[in-house]
């Protein structure tokens, strides 16, 4: 579940740690910038393990800085596909069920990949595996839950300069239509369908950015997970069972990556 990955950076040593130690003044550094962030295709940073190299230090015009090469690693978090992992249910909907880690919290077990059959009670608003007509398991909250990692999921990076040359477009043609004399025919009409696109694109009539709509931010890191096979799901189903929490080992050590 946690892996060593090795990474070269530049970090800039700020002016006030330049009486410090190289040693000590890098490693505030990367402990400033790495730990708790998910890395893209990487995984979540957990903490900084060593630092192998520290290179030459340089100073860049406007900076005063030092700008210094650096190879390390970091322990990160990245289960393998099919690792088997204990968390707790912290909530339920139509959707599925959601796990925390403690450390780790974007983990969704959707309906699909629940215990079959299964069925959504909205009285209780929880998720029931229905194991025969007379006997139902009721997947409870802040219950301990074992499950199975199906998929690792990334969050696409957005391309923030495209958005801001579409929007920058769609402002210029608004404020051109906007200037055209009402009489003219059809104007009314372009003046709509240009505001609709600037609208769209994130850009109000006034050529002024609009105000999007609120909309949840997709975690830059989820774990789609499941409970379908037979000794997973909350613990309290299967009495008896012995086996260890990450029954595939990789707690027990850290693999290079």
């Not at 199975?148 to 391309?159: G, L, S």
Request: hydrophobic letters at 45%.
């Amino acid at each position: 579940m946690f892996q060593l990955a090795r990474v070269h950076d530049t970090v800039h040593i700020q002016p006030n740690e330049f009486g410090k130690d190289a040693l000590t003044a890098v490693r505030n550094a990367l402990n400033a910038k790495y730990p708790n962030k998910v890395m893209r295709n990487l995984g979540l940073c957990v903490a900084l393990y060593d630092i192998l190299h520290i290179g030459e230090s340089h100073l860049h015009p406007g900076s005063g800085a030092h700008h210094t090469a650096v190879q390390f690693r970091l322990v990160i978090f990245r289960p393998h596909i099919g690792a088997i992992l204990t968390g707790s249910v912290v909530s339920s909907d139509e959707d599925g069920v959601r796990i925390s880690l403690g450390f780790f919290n974007d983990i969704h077990v959707p309906k699909t990949l629940l215990q079959e059959p299964s069925s959504w009670s909205p009285e209780e608003g929880l998720w029931v595996w229905n194991v025969t007509p007379d006997h139902e398991l009721f997947v409870d909250l802040e219950n301990p839950i074992r499950f199975r990692v199906h998929q690792i999921v990334f969050a696409e990076q957005a391309n923030a300069a495209s958005r801001a040359a579409v929007a920058a477009t769609a402002a210029a043609a608004v404020a051109s239509n906007v200037a055209s004399r009402p009489g003219t025919p059809g104007a009314g009409a372009s003046t709509t369908a240009l505001a609709a696109k600037a609208q769209a694109a994130g850009v109000g009539s006034s050529g002024a950015p609009a105000a999007a709509p609120p909309v949840a931010a997709e975690p830059p890191m989820r774990i789609i997970a499941a409970i379908d096979k037979s000794g997973l799901g909350l613990t309290s189903w299967w009495p008896g069972d012995e086996g260890g929490d990450d029954a595939d080992g990789d707690d027990e050590g850290m693999e290079e990556t």
